[in-house]
């Protein structure tokens, strides 16, 4: 059974600081990776999708990685901004059967400090 | 904004009462899933539809069941509810024809408390 996980559960950082969360997953059957943020009371508002045969994807200052071989992925912030203060999940879809069935990480708590 | 839209926001039922939460979406797409987020378990999926009336169980099925008699609307029942259905219940998406490398998109959740 797939496994994810996100360590650190929570990080605090000044503003302006370059940053990267790390998502590990332990299935490397997987048709894609996903970040998602979540802001408190909120639903999840998806990032960005890395799919298998992708090593990395961008948008805006927001770069995600994946290294399937490893089982692992990063979710990079650059010059965080008070604003970027949110949960960041990731989430696997793996191939196969339950391929409906993303797995999600229990997320980090992301607090950029001004 | 994928155009979804939970009902109620807030509920709070008594064990064994019958509970229904409501799923809308606007632009006509296919999948729709009912996930729950719980402290320490993260987001789970409960079930989801790949069409109408075309439903399938999830990971923590039991307890639940849906209902899809139009694209646009996923209903999701808790026959009758118990503590451990507490929880935040959130409807999701997903917008493009290629439901393998498509994001989902969720709802803003329905709070569900259970005493």
């Known amino acids: 059974k797939q496994e994810v996980t996100q360590i650190p559960a929570a990080l605090s950082v000044p503003e302006g600081e370059n940053l990267v969360l790390n998502c590990s997953f332990t299935?490397?059957?997987?048709?894609?990776l996903q970040w998602f943020r979540q802001d408190p009371g909120k639903g999840l508002t998806s990032l960005l999708l890395?799919?298998?045969?992708?090593r990395e994807q961008t948008s805006g200052r927001l770069n995600a990685s994946l290294d399937k071989s490893s089982g692992r992925s990063t979710l990079y912030i650059a010059a965080s901004q008070p604003g970027d203060s949110a949960t960041y999940l990731c989430?696997?879809?793996?191939?196969?059967?339950?391929?409906?069935?993303?797995?999600f990480g229990k997320g980090t708590k992301l607090s950029v400090i001004p | 904004d994928a155009g979804i839209t939970q009902s109620p926001r807030h509920k709070v039922t008594e064990t064994g009462t019958p509970v229904t939460l409501r799923c809308h979406q606007t632009?006509?797409?296919?999948?729709m899933y009912w996930y729950r987020q719980d402290p320490g378990h993260g987001l789970r999926l409960i079930h989801y539809?790949?069409?109408?009336?075309?439903?399938d169980k999830g990971e923590v099925s039991d307890g639940y069941s849906v209902s899809r008699s139009k694209t646009e609307d996923f209903l999701l029942t808790l026959e009758s509810a118990t503590s451990s259905q507490t929880s935040v219940y959130f409807c999701?998406?997903?917008?493009?024809?290629?439901?393998?490398?498509?994001?989902?998109?969720f709802g803003n959740g329905t709070r569900l408390t259970v005493t």
């Open positions: 999701a998406i997903s917008e493009k024809r290629d439901v393998y490398n498509s994001p989902l998109h």
């Open positions: 299935d490397s059957a997987i048709y894609n």
């Open positions: 890395i799919q298998s045969s992708q």
């Open positions: 989430a696997a879809r793996p191939t196969g059967a339950g391929s409906y069935q993303l797995t």
């Open positions: 632009e006509n797409h296919r999948y």
């Open positions: 539809s790949y069409g109408v009336k075309d439903t």
